[in-house]
């Protein structure tokens, strides 16, 4: 299974990244984004049907973070500037 997400991300992370750039013209957010796209993708392979292909799978999950992501910087506006995505994952994962 992990031999199929390290593929996957040789051949899509650079593809996901640029997606995702394309969303917040923000290297830092789109690689961190990158990033925990492939980890939800890990999480989530089993759930993969193949009704799609991988990279319109992994762009789906790419675009729903991204979506959380503003949903956040929006209920915590103060915050959007100072939090990295990741910073803040870790944060409500021990709260």
Request: charged fraction near 25%; include cysteine; hydrophobic fraction near 35%.
């Amino acid at each position: 299974m992990s031999a199929d997400i390290e593929a996957y991300y040789r051949e899509y992370g650079k593809k996901v990244y640029l997606y995702l750039m394309t969303l917040c013209n923000e290297p830092d957010t789109a690689e961190e984004l990158t990033q925990e796209t492939f980890y939800q993708a890990i999480r989530h392979l089993k759930s993969y049907k193949g009704t799609s292909t991988v990279y319109a799978w992994l762009c789906g999950i790419a675009k729903n973070l991204w979506k959380s992501e503003l949903r956040r910087r929006k209920s915590h506006p103060s915050a959007a500037g100072r939090q990295s995505f990741s910073a803040a994952r870790a944060r409500s994962a021990t709260a």
